[in-house]
């Protein structure tokens, strides 16, 4: 039973607008919560994070929301770009990382 | 920056061969990962070491083992591989005990025919 989930496989977006990935957990000894990011042929980047003490955390174009009682992370993307076109693994961590199954972000020139 | 190389990004084998699966990091970290990743599945731990000479198992380590003999080196061995273990391979690192950041190597992807 995965204890992380992204429910939407991919996301289509037009440059400029908001990009917004969800992911659900279901262990409540999660403190500390990932974004990663993937492109073809190489391995994850660490994007940003949030421990759960905060419920939001920015970084320039990206933002992560966190709602502990809904057990909801989402990662905003705004604006938009085409670089942005990648996979997003949400990750959450009770000491050891468990990734969800990743959401195929692309955006439309 | 940190590097972490795997030494074989693609790999085609049979079944039944003997796979080894070799990653390097050059930050002197002293957690190393094995994931497979495969789609809709996201990255699944395999084995980790917090030390030389030191493996845990991870959430799907059968079929797999793994070996450490020098802190800068991760090896994931496929003892007899089989069709079912055809995926792509990450590798990655951490420094201390806080394991949230990784850093992954760019992946093996392996074929098992």
């Known amino acids: 039973d995965q204890q992380v989930k992204q429910n939407s496989p991919s996301l289509s977006v037009q440059e400029g607008r908001i990009s917004i990935l969800n992911c659900d957990y279901t262990?409540?000894?999660?403190?500390?919560f990932l974004w990663y990011k993937k492109y073809p042929a190489e391995g994850p980047t660490f994007l940003i994070s949030i421990s759960s003490i905060k419920d939001k955390n920015e970084d320039g174009r990206f933002t992560v929301f966190l709602n502990k009682s809904a057990k909801h992370l989402s990662l905003h993307i705004v604006p938009s770009q085409p670089g942005d076109s990648a996979v997003y693994f949400c990750a959450a961590s009770a000491g050891m990382l468990t990734f969800g199954g990743g959401t195929r972000l692309m955006v439309k020139p | 920056d940190v590097k972490v190389t795997q030494s074989s990004r693609y790999l085609v084998k049979r079944t039944g061969e003997k796979v080894f699966l070799e990653c390097v990091q050059d930050m002197d970290h002293e957690n190393m990962f094995w994931y497979r990743q495969d789609p809709g599945l996201g990255l699944r731990l395999i084995y980790f070491?917090?030390?030389?000479?030191?493996?845990e198992k991870g959430d799907i380590p059968e079929g797999y083992s793994v070996s450490r003999e020098k802190k800068e080196r991760f090896s994931l061995i496929l003892e007899s591989a089989s069709t079912n273990q055809t995926s792509m391979y990450l590798c990655a690192s951490s420094a201390g005990t806080y394991t949230g950041e990784l850093f992954f190597g760019e992946g093996s992807r392996l074929t098992v025919l």
């Open positions: 262990n409540s000894m999660f403190d500390y």
């Open positions: 070491s917090y030390d030389v000479k030191m493996k």
